[in-house]
């Protein structure tokens, strides 16, 4: 009697481990932590890292290396936006303080998701011309991925395949 070992297919619900890493180092490691568990084609993972992971069978373990702005597209200069203090006060705890390389999440405008910025720069947008009109109390947010325009390395140990 054989036995097929399931593969990874679009829609498969999946328990794996992975990195995803730039020349930085690492955005995200789970194979010191619990598994992740997702079902592909549904956005959870960037189009070109699900592709890696299609026809991969349960308990393959792979490495794929990714050229610059494939996994998560290119930086996008109008990605990077101030937004005023007094927006992110009604957004969230108006007590809260911001520092250069905090990520905040952020509601979707149909507040069924969120999406995440960087902090870049605190305080006053108008003291070089830049972002003016956002009056003195803003924090300038990059809202691009921290890997976009790198290339990546994607590492996978797939653990079970549904």
């Not at 520092?99 to 149909?110: A, K, L, R, W, Y």
């Not at 720069?121 to 921290?146: E, I, K």
Request: glycine content about 12%; hydrophobic content about 40%; aromatic content about 8%.
């Amino acid at each position: 009697m054989t036995t097929t070992v399931p593969t990874v297919q679009t829609g498969s619900f999946l328990t794996l481990h992975y990195r995803l890493s730039g020349p930085a180092g690492d955005i995200i490691n789970t194979f010191d932590s619990k598994a992740a568990t997702l079902t592909l084609g549904t956005g959870e993972l960037s189009p070109a890292v699900e592709q890696c992971l299609l026809g991969l069978a349960e308990g393959a373990r792979a490495t794929f290396e990714l050229p610059p702005g494939s996994a998560f597209g290119e930086r996008k200069a109008d990605m990077v936006q101030w937004v005023a203090a007094k927006l992110l006060r009604d957004l969230g705890d108006p007590r809260e303080t911001y520092s250069v390389g905090d990520v905040v999440q952020f509601p979707t405008p149909d507040g069924q998701s969120q999406y995440a910025g960087a902090v870049v720069r605190v305080g006053n947008p108008d003291a070089d011309g830049v972002g003016a009109g956002v009056g003195h109390d803003a924090v300038l947010f990059d809202f691009n991925h921290p890997l976009a325009d790198q290339p990546v390395t994607f590492e996978v140990l797939v653990i079970g395949v549904l």
